[in-house]
Every structure is written in C-alpha cells, then in structure tokens.
C-alpha cells in the first residue's frame, strides 16, 4: 500500500484557507489532509466572524485586492440570497469588484470558497478531513520518529508527518474579566454594545479602534444623512455624557482608503527573491534597508509620478518619513481626516490611485518577508522610523468609517489626545482605569475613565507567550533576534538596557518578538536547525521576523513559500 503523507493545518480561518487551497491545487493525492477548526465554521477565522465583527462593521480591501481563491467576489455576490443582500443594503446589479463588504458578509464568502475547495479535492482524489469545535492545545514535535503530535482540548492526540500552524489572531487577557468595564480588546465586539453615559477612553486609533468606535456610537446615538448626502450624529437621550477619547501615541489618525490599482501581489516592478538573496550574499548577510528603500519603493515612484520622485529622490529614508510626518503632524488631525476624505473621494470616482501612498504599502510588504536579514540596525530603523509612519498610512480607513468619525467629530462626540511614547495605563480595582501622560505643554495628567478599551490592534506577542508549551520545553522553537553589524552598536544597545545579548563568537544579537522562523516559515531551534515538520503561518507569533499584517495577501504569500518547500 501506498504511505501517504499526513499534513495538519492547524485553524480552518483565512490562513488556513489559502492552505489547503495550495494543497489541492498541488492535484497530490499521496497526501492526505487533516484541519482542525477552534469554531463550527471554516473560512471566515476572527476578523470575518461574530468573533471579530458585527453587521456594522466592513473590511478595508475590495474585490480587485483579494488574491483569487474559487469564485471572484464580484461573481459570488450574485449568487448570495436576496434577504442576505438586504440585510446588508447591497445591491447586487450595482455591486463590483472596488467595493468594500461587510466583514460578515466577506467571511460567508469565505466559507463557501472552503467549500468549494473541498468539493475539489473530492473530484481530485485528495483525501482530507475536518474536525470542528477542535482547540489544539499543544504540540510535541519527535525528531526520532520524524513525527508531530497534536493534541486537542488536552484529551485526544493525533500524529502527523507535517504540520502547519495557521492558528491566526490572538488577544490575551490582562485585566479583561478582572477589573469591570476594561476591555483587553474590542474583540468580540458584542461586548461593547454598552449603552454608557461617561466618556470612554480609547488606546490607539487604528482599524481596531474604528472598530470600538462604530460599535459604541450605534448603542449611544444615531447617524443621520441629510439630502445632500452628509452624515450627522445624534446622541440617544439617556446617554447624554457618553463620549470617545482616542489616545494615540502622535495624535494621529489613518489615512483614508483610495483606489487602489492592484494588489500587492501583482505589483511587477519589486526585487525579486533572486534579487534580494543576491543582495544579501554581496553584503555580508545582511538586507539593507537602505536598498530596499531605493528600489522597492523610489524607483517605481520614478515612473509613474516623477514629479513627486524629483522631490524625494535624494532624501534618505529618516528624511521622507519627517517629510510626509510633518503634515500629518502640523494640522488637527479631524482637518487632515476631511482633506484625505475628499482625495480619496477623487481617487476612487477616477480610478486612480494616490500612488506614493500605495508604494508604500507595497514597500512594507516587500520588506516582510525578507526583514529577518536586516540587520539589528536597520531592523531598530524600522521599528523606530518606517513602522509608524506605514501603520497609519496603509491602515485605509474605509470612506463610510471616515464619514462616522467626521461626524462624531462634528457633534463633540469624539476627540483625539496625543500621549506620547511615556504614557501608561492603570487598570482599577472598582473598574474602568486610569491614564497617565504629559499633555501637549508638557503637564502630568491623571485622567480617570469608567470604561476603557485597548484598541492598538493584534499585538506582536513575545516569545514566551507561545501558546503550545511543549515546542518551548522541548526547546524546538527559539526567540527570534537579528544580528548587529557593528559589535560596537551592540553594546550600546546593551548599556542602554534594550534586549541584546552576545554569543560565544562575541557577535551582538537583538532580541524581536515571537519566534525564529527561517525563509519557508519552519520553525528553527535554540541550535539554528530548522525543522522540516512543523511550518508556521500564525502572525502573532512570528512578528519579529514579519513586522507586516498583509492580512489575505499574507496568507496568499505565506502558503506559496510553504507549497514549494512541502513539494521540494
């Protein structure tokens, strides 16, 4: 008899669709497939689920985004039940393919693209299985037998020849449960269907903030929209002290959703694999920022908008981020959130993108994936200088979301403080917490709120938080950490107290969130040896090594690397 090939996929959500969307397409049917899913239903994992959203809430990518899986989004809508489209005020004949969906809606696609999947592999001749209600609760890689155990609700145990990690979001509890009206997250959001007649601190201004606030305004208040067109907001009667105060670290809130051209993926004018390993190989290792900078992100600036690449075409990478941070930082940020609206208002009726702020999106995720060959250096650049200006670039804030917040804005109902980097939250015992910050003249406050909710979005979560305690205890995973260039700058990261620490060669390493992973997303151990059983897609974990949420394109990336190396 034939020995078939015993693969897991470890969470049936996003991720784990575009995986078993590679294992079948790879037409193998010496494999045979096993899914485990925390919930009763595939596809639609967290964001796409009433654990992530509710009616009101909408994704922030269109069809033309979205790598293709079975069925376009385009064409499924017209196959969706008419009481379903009217539940969700869509109507199909004027639907396309450069709209947004509601989250819940856009997870029953996903479902059905799951579906679809597995009709195939019938007809293929893949076998597969699928086991709902199924929390892995650990796994026990032996080596000695080239094997995987999987163990599920700590009861039954499964073995595997490999197995893929794709067990998506991930929002521990601190307080959360604890301390009354604190709120670890917004997620799931029916718990903030709160009527509240006090202010409401927010941390962040994020998607996930956006979140909160969409949620929070609908069981305060109503929106309203007049015959022109504008969206007004009328607090509810009993709530009339109820209001939203965003904290953010720089007093900004994202850019808004444009049109964009294409998705990442189809973008032809990035380094290729070949390219950048070349790069690496001719610099002693090491990716440089730098370079990336140059040519990932300036060069196709050069061809489609020269007039915007004459004027940063000799900044380094610190100079463009002041640059394009100076405005953003120089006007109210309400002001910055209407100008925006109406350019990406111009941009979506032209179809055409505001290409600067696309390449940059483009930029952070050509960097993800090869960002555990920058060095400590530019990795600290990145940390320090690119990520803040690209998570409030590329977050989109979809045009319906930005009209809500305008219009909270307008009827006193929503508010934004800078905080800055010092600030600090105090969970307390009788409920709600404290926040701690100098305001703009530099004053100590202490500010008191019955309800608050931490909304800076899926954290990158350490190493020590893995969840699956025997790939730790057995040390088949290891922290993940990038290499200085310098000995001397690496000291004095460690004199500066940073998470640095020095190998026996007396090479300087910095220490980077969750897990050392190598280029095909195996996990690698304390010894540097990569394990070709256990590969892993699970973003919360692998933060260090992949600093960019890509989200669908992600999964679409992610599942790609690993297909090949399965198949190698």
Sequence with gaps: METKKRIAILGGGPSGLFMFKRLVESKRTDIDITIFERKKRLGEGMPYSAEGANDEHITNVSGNEIPLLVTPLADWIKTVSKDTLDKFHIDPKRFNEYKVLPRLLFGQYLTAQFDLLQKQARETGIPYEIHYNSAVTDIIDHPDKETVTVKIADEEQFEFDQVIICTGHNWPHQHEGKVPNYFDSPYPPVKLALKLDHPVAIKGSSLTAVDAIRTLARHNGTFNKDQNGWLSYTLLE??????????TRNGMLPAVRFHLEDSHLSNNSLLTKEQIAAHIA???????????????????????????????????????????????????????????????????????????????????????????????????????????????????????????????????????????DESRV??????????HYNDEKGSEQAVYFNTYIDCVGQPHLAFEKFPFKSLLSNRTISPARVKFRSAEEGQKAMAEGKSVSQ????????????????????????????????????????????????GLDFSEEASSTIIKRLSA
């Design 238 to 247: 009993d709530s009339p002290n109820f209001k939203l105060i965003l904290h």
């Design 426 to 435: 105090e969970a307390e015992p009788k409920g709600g917490a404290t926040y």
């Design 282 to 420: 001719a610099n002693n290792g090491f990716l440089s920022l730098d370079y990336i900078f140059e040519k990932d992100f300036k060069e196709p600036i050069r061809a489609k908008e020269p007039e915007f690449y004459q004027r940063i075409k000799d900044m380094s990478l610190e100079e463009f981020v002041a640059d394009m941070m100076e405005l953003r930082e120089r006007l109210d940020p309400f002001q910055l959130l209407k100008a925006e609206y109406a350019e990406a208002e111009k941009s979506i009726k032209r179809k055409e993108s505001v290409y600067w702020k696309e390449m940059l999106g483009v930029l952070s995720f050509a960097l993800n994936y090869p960002a555990k060959h920058l060095s400590a250096e530019d990795m600290q650049r990145v940390q320090k200088t690119l990520t803040p200006l690209i998570s409030i670039v590329i977050a989109y804030i979809p045009q319906s979301s930005s009209e809500e917040l305008l219009a909270l804005h307008q009827a006193g109902v929503l508010e934004l403080i800078p905080v800055g």
């Design 503 to 550: 190998d026996v060669n007396g090479d300087y390493y910095l220490k980077v969130s969750g897990i050392t992973i190598n280029d095909h997303f195996q996990v690698v151990d304390d010894y540097g040896a990569f394990n070709d059983r256990i590969y892993i897609m699970a973003v919360p974990y692998i933060g260090g090594y992949n600093p960019d949420y890509s």
